[in-house]
């Protein structure tokens, strides 16, 4: 059993060292970690990959924009958004609404920090991320790259989620 904890630990730090995030779970249950990550939001929650209805590239650009910027979904949807940064500069897409963003966006310019949530995804240059996201709510959402700077030189995006 310590072999295995011990593969299992060295597999987790590879992985992030790569750059991918991994969630541990207790014996196929899912930890209270695992409950506050799939938290209800006002634009939605954690999306299950096996629910994924429609997948969108997103290109990340040192343009300090997002390709596309724009995405349609319908209410009920599970999105799976890869991410692409073919560029020299980290960067990071974040959803959520325009009041959170636009907070969350100052308290950055001095923290630097990275994102650990399901709702955004931190991509290093040359890499990709992705996200699963389930829009239970029907309404207009925004993403925004939170890197210090980025959102102020206007690397923004929008989701509009119609009704059922």
């Known amino acids: ?57 997103i290109r990340m650009l040192d343009e300090m924009r997002f390709v596309p910027d724009r995405i349609d979904v319908r209410q009920g949807d599970t999105v799976r958004l890869v991410l692409a940064n073919s560029g020299r500069l980290p960067h990071e897409l974040v959803i959520g609404t325009r009041s959170d963003l636009e907070r969350h966006a100052t308290k950055m310019m001095s923290s630097g ?37 980025h959102y102020q030189a206007g690397m923004t995006g929008t989701i509009n989620v119609s009704a059922k």
């Open 1 to 57: 059993m310590k072999r295995m904890d011990a593969l299992g630990g060295a597999l987790l730090l590879a992985m992030a060292s790569c750059g991918v995030t991994a969630t541990a779970t207790d014996g196929g249950h899912a930890t209270a970690h695992d409950h506050a990550r799939r938290a209800q939001t006002p634009f939605g929650i954690a999306g299950d990959r096996r629910d994924v209805s429609r997948t969108f590239e």
């Open 113 to 149: 920090m990275e994102h650990d949530d399901p709702s955004a995804a931190h991509v290093q240059p040359g890499h990709s991320g992705e996200i699963v996201w389930k829009f239970n709510r029907a309404g207009r959402f925004d993403f925004a790259c939170l890197v210090a700077g």
